[in-house]
């Protein structure tokens, strides 16, 4: 193969690399348009709003495997009447109407190669606060992805609150 043959696959070879990593960080939405736009700002930290615990809403946080999305029906509980008028409220009442639940889109998993097992039961029983791997998103108008969960991330965080970093425990 001659010289410029070479200089050529390597060179389509590295661009290739570069395009798939910027696909795979570009195409992930940060901030997905959800199905009704809810502002954690407004039901978390506003003075003048209710000012709810991350585990009102996310109620089997601290329960199940997944932290788990509120239903249409927790969050008719207080908007039967608060807000009533508003258009997101309206379509919320709708889905609650017809006992479907928002297809809300999801701003944090973890990859399915990663082949890692997350539970936040551990998590939450350690005291760690939502805004550790979540970011501040009882300052978001809009939920976006702002910490970016990698294995080293989580690693780091084990280390230095000295808990196991056995692989066992995230890949079974």
């Given at each position: 193969?001659?010289?410029?043959?070479?200089?050529?696959t390597?060179?389509?070879?590295?661009?290739?690399?570069?395009?798939?990593?910027?696909?795979?960080?570009?195409?992930?939405?940060?901030?997905?348009?959800?199905?009704?736009e809810?502002?954690?700002?407004?039901?978390?930290?506003?003075?003048?709003?209710?000012?709810?615990?991350?585990?009102?809403?996310?109620?089997n946080?601290?329960?199940?495997s997944?932290?788990?999305?509120?239903?249409?029906?927790t969050?008719?509980?207080?908007?039967?009447?608060?807000?009533a008028?508003?258009?997101?409220?309206?379509?919320?009442?709708?889905?609650a109407?017809?006992k479907e639940?928002?297809?809300?889109?999801?701003?944090?998993?973890?990859?399915?190669?990663?082949?890692?097992?997350?539970?936040?039961?551990?998590?939450?029983?350690?005291?760690?606060?939502?805004?550790t791997?979540h970011?501040?998103?009882?300052?978001?108008?809009?939920?976006?992805?702002?910490?970016?969960?990698?294995?080293?991330?989580?690693?780091?965080?084990?280390?230095a609150?000295?808990?196991?970093?056995d692989c066992?425990i995230?890949?079974?």
């Amino acid at each position: 193969m001659g010289r410029v043959a070479k200089s050529l696959t390597v060179s389509l070879a590295v661009i290739a690399i570069i395009g798939f990593v910027l696909l795979r960080v570009l195409g992930r939405p940060e901030a997905p348009k959800q199905p009704i736009e809810f502002d954690h700002w407004q039901h978390v930290t506003k003075q003048d709003g209710p000012q709810l615990e991350c585990t009102f809403c996310h109620e089997n946080v601290d329960k199940s495997s997944h932290a788990t999305i509120p239903n249409a029906d927790t969050c008719m509980g207080c908007h039967q009447s608060e807000k009533a008028d508003s258009p997101e409220v309206q379509k919320l009442a709708a889905f609650a109407e017809r006992k479907e639940q928002p297809p809300w889109r999801r701003v944090y998993w973890l990859e399915p190669e990663a082949n890692a097992y997350y539970t936040h039961k551990p998590h939450i029983r350690a005291g760690l606060e939502c805004e550790t791997c979540h970011g501040k998103i009882g300052e978001m108008h809009r939920v976006r992805r702002v910490v970016d969960q990698t294995m080293g991330w989580c690693i780091d965080c084990h280390r230095a609150r000295n808990v196991s970093n056995d692989c066992y425990i995230c890949h079974r």
